[in-house]
DNA sequence: CTGTAAGCGAGACGGTACGTCGAGTCTTCAG
DNA sequence: CTGAAGACTCGACGTACCGTCTCGCTTACAG
């Protein structure tokens, strides 16, 4: 994939996931070309397929670049709270247009097997992963049910995220993380209804 | 869709779907073209362009045919018997490797925003008014908090199925709606914290 | 390919050979799809069909029923003259926009061997018949050598007509028969040059 | 033709011109697609779109180069025995089998202006300038008649090769071009009729 | 005077080729 | 010996017409 070497030229690297984030911004991920990409950035095609594999690849990493802070889950003692901080920037990031290329990126993901191991390694993984570091520190300091599978709770999180992300069927809203820990530690049923 | 009449020949509309779904499901859904589809149906392209305006809008009418009872919602009373009926029919679906084209199209949907309005107007609105209307009279009934927003209960329940259909992850289990139910209606809280 | 009837239309009959003499006029032949002049006569593609084997031919329908008055060749006596009148005739027709189509027609034939024939039977057979029959008694009138093949005569006097039709290198001038008479008649050797 | 540059590929070049013979040559003019000259040339159809306007300047580019000796006009003194020389080069190629695709493409010219140009710019106009050259020299030397238009006299020798061409009514034999001079410069009024 | 069978307009159908776009590879030249 | 430039092969795009095939709908003659 690499052609090893040290004498890869920084300005060149740095232009195109320049010019791929701001491509994939606006004309949307699908109707971005490498083509594109090489003369926005002023490049040859060559050096993009020299250092990365497909158009998705370039684009894992721009993003990747940028969504660096949502890797860490602070521990203030409350899992409630250190959730909530974790997601409301998770939430900034996708409601940020400058990320947009985010969900067509997922979408191509679907057919694109190496484009898929990719994004869950390199992206999602170590954030899953460190969630449920915090989530099993929580359940330990009995702040969470310990009958619940820690991957669950996780997607049970994270998954209404990404549903507004991908159907678009409203806005990702500031508000959204509290909302969900709401619903979520909370629960549905009624204080009137303990069953 | 763009002509008008009733001269459509019903042997090529249904060749066309069949075609769309199975090549939708082995070479995937990016990898499908229009070109395959007409091939494998035995039909010209233009009669493919006739009714409908791009692939997408094939693979989402042929998946859309093939997902027609999991709109209904049931009403035993018990609002989580009933969605528990209704979820286990979409991880089934969503599970089912003939429908694996699914993931692709949402992923499409993020480049085509007439796509996008289709899938949303077709197959998940219709899907997620069922729902509201179902826990509506679930809220009436005291079964569920009176202080939610059921577009927000609609995200916590299904965002997670998607979650997985998306992420890969990890595969969408039978048992997944049982789960998500579990978590979302006695809430991630140990029941001696009451807070 | 004619079924067999008299019930066939005469006004689409003409709605189509005259559509199809405008079409072949003005975006010319190669441009004029059945298609369109189906459209242009009000005629469904199938009744062009059902009488004629190829756009070709239904042009050379319309044409020859156009060039009608060259067919026939007069005797006055002179061959000169007579050769003269037709020629005349001739040229006026291929210099006239109406007939644009014509050579059109001519390229089309060389590649569609069945059109090729009708081209050959149906309009230049006839007038090289109705030449020949002139030179031959020309021939025995005294006014042509005897030692010529007609055929070359033929091909000497119309030859030069066909080439500025086709190479376009200059117009089909009405004076074209005249000079063209002059210089096969009377030979391009100079008269003090009787070797 | 249309991007400049040196980096184009003779391999591709020359392939595609022979591949357009060929298929000239066997499929006939109208027969050939430029998806098949492609196919054969083992060749993108972009790279014949990239050089070439249309199939019809490919095969002419492809039946120029094999026509070079035509265009030089030998000069013996004896304007009869230099025309007889070129007339029966010409006459041998155009009945050259290899050579069927001109037919062709005269057709093809009638409706593409742009063709028609090219043929003329490239093909005809040069052997003619050189056929006048001649000719006025001729003229000089006595050898021809000096009250006549030497571009009709061009017209009226080799109009008759390219009436048989295109109409087909016989093949074009070696002996044309003899036959050809001989009735024009000798004349067809017979000998003893000195009008 | 009313079936019924033909030609008609319309236009959908299975195809082929069009001319264009972009993918990913290969080659040339400059720094 | 990397990087820009861009020509190359290839495959798919969406469109235009091809020639064939139903569809109703007149018309016109046969019972």
Same mark, same amino acid.
């Given at each position: ?9 920084d300005? /060149? ?6 010019? $791929?984030?701001?491509l994939?911004?606006?004309?949307? !991920?699908?109707a971005?070309?490498?083509e594109?990409? &090489?003369?926005?950035?002023g ?18 990493e $721009?993003?990747g ?8 889950f +602070? %521990?203030t003692? =409350?899992?409630v709270? #250190?959730?909530?901080t ?7 990031l996708?409601?940020n247009? @400058? !990320?947009?290329? !985010? &969900?067509?990126l997922?979408?191509a993901? @679907?057919? %694109?097997p190496? *484009?898929?191991?990719?994004?869950? %390694?390199g992206?999602?993984? +170590?954030?899953?992963? $460190? ?6 520190? /929580?359940? @330990?300091?009995? @702040?969470?049910? #310990? %009958?619940?599978d *820690? ?9 209404p ?13 500031p =508000?959204? $993380?509290t909302?969900?820990? #709401?619903?979520?530690f ?10």
């Amino acid at each position: 994939m690499t052609p090893n070497s040290e004498r890869r030229s920084d300005r /060149a690297r740095e232009a195109i996931l320049a010019a $791929a984030l701001e491509l994939t911004a606006d004309p949307g !991920f699908q109707a971005t070309s490498v083509e594109a990409i &090489a003369k926005r950035a002023g490049v040859g095609k060559q050096t993009i397929y020299r250092w990365w594999p497909s158009k998705g690849a370039v684009v894992l990493e $721009a993003l990747g670049e940028r969504a660096g802070q949502t890797l860490e889950f +602070p %521990d203030t003692g =409350d899992i409630v709270t #250190d959730l909530r901080t974790q997601m409301d920037g998770v939430a900034e990031l996708l409601g940020n247009p @400058q !990320f947009a290329g !985010f &969900a067509g990126l997922v979408g191509a993901a @679907q057919s %694109d097997p190496s *484009l898929s191991r990719t994004l869950i %390694d390199g992206i999602i993984g +170590p954030r899953v992963a $460190a969630c449920r570091k915090r989530l099993e520190s /929580a359940q @330990q300091a009995g @702040q969470l049910r #310990d %009958d619940v599978d *820690l991957d669950e709770v996780i997607e049970l999180l994270y998954g209404p995220i990404y549903y507004r992300l991908l159907f678009r069927t409203r806005p990702i809203t500031p =508000d959204i $993380a509290t909302h969900i820990l #709401d619903l979520a530690f909370a629960g549905l049923r009624p204080p009137t209804d303990p069953r």
